[in-house]
């Protein structure tokens, strides 16, 4: 009986294909925007785990200002602490701190062979690199002594860009690094470009972190003179003596300086994005769920309009002995049958469309997003369009099993 159900619903969506293709492509329409985001999403997640897992866990990142969501508004109408050394001899004073690392940031041309491209550089007192990034190595070379002020290490991106054969630099050789900025004149503000030469003292193998593959490191006293910083620190990494004294070393460091310092750790920072990502999941959602919606509505539409133009068949089906449950069966496969195919096309087109996404998402070129397809997800998108078509199929079945089979009959 099942096979036989089936067939006439497969004919009778056939008959119709026009009218069914565009029931079933609104199915799809939904069924891809969901599967897309929920793949999007997942591949995010893991992303922004990879990104955070190479930092250690008990560190915390000073920022001049709240730079995260939810941390309030800076007192002293938007004031923000300068970073400097006196900052780092406060940092140090507080009970759980191991270590204080500051560091200056900014971005440059970095020049080689006469090719160039931008590079983020950051200036560190490299002996606590690994503490801050435990997975880090080297590739060749060393990591600079504290009193280098020619010396710079590549991040492995830097060094082996893609799409190139050969490497954009090694340990060794010289490359320029060139910087521009606004300096202000008797005559206004001047545009001025300083560069400097340095030679490549160490190449670090890719640990997975843009921060890192995709950044090369000088010294502080290098950075502070390149980038004119006058001892004004970008920020400060502070380690604790333990990760399970994170919290407590923040809570000391907002009650020192209250708003006007931002503090970082990667626990918040993960939780942040996860909140942002669940935001952006959930708006683009809704507007899959508003699509099965809408399809669902089609498939009412559908199916109404085909019990009406079946008025007699259906009345010869119940002269037959048809009874009134399978005349609602035959209805409600034709509904089950559009999502069904809506879904598993849905799907199909969604795991397309989260690569495609994923391109616009891509943070590098050896940092694109990978979409993450997971079974539950593909379950629930599929659970999804064939319970929404069979709800929706009900109607239009109950209209079709309630009809007087000697009406029908009549009906022209």
Known sequence: MWRDIVGLSFGALSERKLRSGLTILMVIIGATLITSIYGLNAGMQNFVNEQLSVLGANLLIVTPA???????????????????????????????????????????????????????????????????????????GSLLQTADSIGIVLGSEVAHPSGRTTPFAVVGETVSLQFSYVEDTAQGQKAQTKTRVFQVKGILNAVGSTGVDSSAFITTSAANALFNKGGHYSGIYVITKDPNLNDQVEARIKKIYANNIGVISPKSLAATIQQLLGGFTGFISSVGAISLLVGAIGIVTTLYTSVMERTREIGLLKALGFRNEVIMLIFLSESALIGVLGGILGILGGIGGAQVLAQLFAFGPQSSIIPVILPSDVLTVFGLSILLSIGAGLYPAWRAASLDPIVALRKE
């Open 66 to 140: 709240p730079i995260l969501m939810g941390q309030g508004p800076s007192d002293g109408s938007g004031s923000s602490v300068i970073l400097n050394e006196q900052t780092v001899k406060t940092l140090k004073g507080i009970s759980g701190v191991d270590t204080v690392v500051p560091i200056y940031s900014g971005g440059v041309k970095i020049v080689s062979h006469g090719t160039s491209r931008d590079v983020s550089i950051d200036g560190i007192d490299q002996r606590n690199l690994r503490a801050i990034y435990p997975t880090l190595s080297l590739e060749a």
